[in-house]
């Protein structure tokens, strides 16, 4: 069967920011948090408009980061104990038939043995957990407080302390104007001021004094952004609201709302360090007893941040990362036939090619010509919707790593996308193959030998980053003078033959991007056992799929 793809359609797809809908669409939907202390599960109900209506909760204290001093190693009975959780997880989900949804923060996300713990809870517990940056993680956190507060018209400051990583977010509605993690956390803190959750002489001096050190530069950069209300969410502030509501004589049925007064962080410091020891503390009125041991370093943490800031004080959201995760996966679900990167996503892209591409309408001819050929081999090539998404990513981002040197420059690309905090919407692993594309956009092919980053794929992945960098080198090579001289292409697959046929704009000579585009078609051709030949045509052939 012949395909043949032209420009125009492919304009209008990439223009479009309609999202097919699903064929059908669950009842229920479940989203487990895999952080530093805990792991959290919720079931909820799909309700109208982006709502939901929570079923059920579930929640571990598996203490993952409970391994080396520098939280860089997940001990093998951290992982045990939290794979156990996943398959009572899974197990639950499946029971409401569930779709599920799973992330892990910074104890994974730092782990140098995260892969173990990832491929253990895909092969046991049946979950697939996707590592999210921590910018990612402030987004998704604020999409969750934006269901439980009333805040989304509100210049918003929010703060989650977590035991690994503390996220901080300025934002309005679900716009973001900062995020930025740190890597402070409540045990982090325990496990270097309060060992073994014991309050010395001078911890809590030398702790914050640590803490206003880190969060220095967090504060230099923050100084002047809005906020009419600050908002603390996670375990760690909800166990601090708590005592402060049994110290002012209240017993709340819920805490979301609840009015932690910064002034009020202060005595819970004192109050936390005059029993000095865990079994000492669980006696204090209002505390969470399974957090005992590291409420000391949470408590020091919030307050500093509330100084910092300042902030007179925080209302508490009881929905965070979880919920979040829910609403973020209900419109993955909803979204996923879409031709064209979120505009989050989208956004978040083109801000990096702003930042460190002085030629982005090359960014741009490229990307589009890459769709094409993406349309018209995807059936062949075993590729979709997402992939799609991913080698637009790619294809406008290829070039970024000139922003350090022209030399090695795709190795460079990798570097930055790899590690940019720009990248908002995507999960570790999206990133990762963005990178992978990105980097094998030229020079050497991947290479499992050869090329460690590839190798730690997974082989389907290792597909993915073969099949979308073959099908953008050939778009590059189509671009080769940056000066967008093919006007369209279009793709022939007859089945032995791939023909991609190059309509040049009027007047343009296009010998330098045949010949280009021609030889690097060699890779594509390699991975799918067939002749790929690039020829100039006019306008109305490329239409008809004539050659």
């Not at 991947?446 to 073969?466: G, Y």
């Not at 030889?519 to 239409?543: F, K, M, N, P, Q």
Request: aromatic share 4%; with cysteine; charged share 25%.
């Amino acid at each position: 069967m012949t395909a043949v793809h032209g420009l125009a359609a492919a304009f209008e797809r990439l223009e479009s920011t309609e999202r097919t809908a699903p064929m059908s669409e669950p009842d229920t939907i479940a989203a487990i948090d895999i952080g530093t202390n805990s792991i959290h599960m919720v079931v909820a109900r799909i309700a109208a408009n982006d709502r939901f209506e929570v079923i059920t909760r579930e929640k571990e204290m598996v203490r993952l980061g409970s391994g080396l001093p520098e939280m860089k190693h997940l001990d093998d009975a951290a992982i045990d104990r939290g794979v156990e959780a996943l398959r009572r997880c899974r197990t639950l989900a499946d029971a409401w038939g569930a779709p599920t949804f799973a992330v892990a923060t910074s104890a994974v996300r730092e782990a140098r043995n995260a892969a173990e713990f990832i491929e253990r809870a895909r092969d046991e517990a049946g979950v697939e957990v996707s590592v999210i940056s921590g910018r990612e993680e402030a987004r998704l956190i604020q999409l969750g407080v934006l269901q439980a507060l009333p805040v989304y018209d509100t210049d918003l400051l929010l703060v989650d302390v977590g035991g690994g990583s503390t996220e901080v977010l300025f934002g309005r509605g679900s716009e973001v104007r900062y995020a930025r993690s740190v890597k402070l956390g409540s045990l982090r803190l325990t496990r270097e001021f309060f060992p073994g959750g014991v309050v010395e002489e001078g911890s809590i001096r030398r702790c914050r004094d640590q803490v206003r050190a880190r969060l220095a530069t967090l504060a230099r950069e923050t100084e002047g952004l809005p906020f009419d209300v600050a908002v603390a969410s996670s375990g760690t502030a909800e166990s601090l609201a708590a005592m402060v509501a049994i110290r002012h004589g209240m017993s709340p049925q819920s805490l979301n709302g609840f009015r932690l007064p910064a002034a009020d962080l202060g005595w819970l410091v004192d109050q936390l360090a005059s029993a000095p020891s865990p079994e000492e503390r669980r006696e204090l009125p209002g505390i969470d007893a399974a957090r005992a041991d590291i409420l000391v370093g949470g408590a020091v943490l919030l307050e500093q941040i509330a100084d910092l800031l300042g902030v007179k004080e925080f209302q508490i959201s009881e929905y965070a990362l979880r919920e979040g995760v829910l609403l973020d996966g209900l419109h993955r679900m909803r979204g996923g036939s879409t031709h064209h990167l979120s505009e989050l996503r989208r956004a978040s892209v083109f801000h990096l090619v702003e930042l460190c591409d002085d030629d982005p309408d090359h960014a741009l001819q490229v990307a589009r010509l890459a769709l094409i050929l993406h349309d018209g081999l995807a059936g062949r090539l075993g590729i979709g919707d997402a992939e799609r998404e991913l080698l637009e990513a790619a294809a406008l981002l290829a070039n970024v790593g000139l922003f350090i040197s022209h030399s090695r420059h795709h190795k460079h690309s990798y570097y930055v996308i790899r590690n940019s905090e720009h990248m908002m919407g995507f999960t570790d692993r999206e990133i990762e193959l963005i990178a992978q594309v990105a980097r094998y956009h030229r020079r050497s092919v991947p290479s499992v030998e050869k090329h460690p980053e590839f190798a730690a794929l997974t082989v389907d992945d290792q597909r993915v980053v073969s099949v979308l960098a073959s099908l953008l080198r050939i778009a590059i090579g189509l671009d080769r003078n940056h000066d967008a001289s093919v006007s369209d292409i279009a793709v022939v697959d007859d089945g032995e033959v791939v023909r991609i046929m190059v309509v040049p704009e009027p007047g343009a000579q296009i010998e330098v991007e045949l010949a280009t585009g021609a030889e690097r078609s060699g890779y594509l051709a390699d991975l799918i056992g067939a002749a790929v030949e690039v020829t100039v045509v006019s306008a109305s052939a490329a239409a008809g799929g004539v050659s």
